[in-house]
């Protein structure tokens, strides 16, 4: 049974920096893409950042590029989502995602392309 736990989310004054955690479990880590996601109230789900299963590939939305790190460790099944700079419009909840298919050629950043999520952590930021 896949299990993703995120964690390392809370409130931030804008200029501020959170890094979120994801601890994964259940399946091979290594072999997944794994994504990250948010959702502000009232709006839909949106890609924020992806990572190849390799780790020598990313993704990031245009709102984050420059500002936002995805990273994995393979050693600890953990994703990581290093934030910096964070603006007011970035609060949300933030969901991890790991692909539904192992050994992906690319990124992913549609919701369909991943088949487990957790349950979420919140980020808000004040201004």
């Known amino acids: 049974q896949v299990q993703l736990v995120e964690s390392g989310g809370g409130l931030v004054q804008a200029g501020g920096s959170l890094r979120l955690s994801c601890a994964a479990s259940?399946?091979?880590?290594?072999?997944?893409?794994m994504g990250w996601f948010r959702q502000a109230p009232g709006k839909e789900r949106e890609f924020v950042a992806a990572?190849?299963?390799?780790?020598?590939?990313?993704d990031y939305a245009d709102s984050v590029k420059g500002r936002f790190t995805i990273s994995r460790d393979a050693a600890k099944n953990t994703l990581y989502l290093q934030m910096d700079s964070l603006k007011p419009e970035d609060t949300a909840a933030y969901y991890c995602?790991?692909?539904?298919?192992?050994?992906?050629?690319?990124?992913?950043?549609?919701?369909?392309?991943?088949?487990?999520w957790g349950q979420g952590t919140q980020v808000t930021v004040s201004s």
């Open positions: 990572i190849r299963w390799t780790g020598g590939t990313t």
């Open positions: 259940g399946r091979m880590f290594s072999i997944y893409n």
């Open positions: 995602a790991q692909a539904a298919v192992a050994f992906s050629s690319g990124t992913y950043s549609g919701i369909e392309d991943y088949g487990y």
